[in-house]
């Protein structure tokens, strides 16, 4: 009898079998992840998606002053990662409240910004920590 795959557990992730354990990705697989690359490779979008990371909930004029932006642009911004799934948002009046309901991003977000900080140590001569 064939053992399942081990499953990958993540307290700020969902659980999927290990990226080792799954098949090769398909054409439409690279695809569809590619695009989520470039959504996510845009570094206003980043920023607030590190402030709904720290808040929880922001408004969008909370999050247009965290980055420095017109409420506008941000919208703008929001819309693309909700697009994706990435944000949900909730209208209280005349603001709307935007928060953060795919964990793997955060996660994403978190082995990112450890790997940027493992290459800068590496060329300062100094040993990284990321685990992964």
């Known amino acids: ?52 990371v720290r808040a929880d909930e922001l408004c969008v004029t909370d999050l247009a002053a965290s980055v420095g932006m017109k409420p506008q642009a941000v919208s703008n911004q929001l819309q693309r990662l909700s ?3 990435i944000l949900t948002s909730r209208r209280d009046g005349n603001n709307i409240h935007y928060r953060l309901v795919d964990l793997c991003v955060r996660s994403l977000l978190d082995q990112g910004l450890c790997l940027m900080e493992e290459v800068s140590d590496r060329s300062r001569g100094l040993r990284g920590t990321c685990d992964q």
């Open 1 to 52: 009898m064939k053992s399942k795959p081990l499953k990958r557990v993540d307290a700020d992730c969902c659980t999927k079998p290990a990226l080792k354990e799954r098949p090769l990705l398909s054409p439409i697989q690279a695809g569809g992840l590619a695009a989520v690359f470039k959504v996510l490779a845009n570094d206003t979008r980043l920023r607030l998606l590190h402030a709904l």
């Open 83 to 85: 697009d994706l799934g």
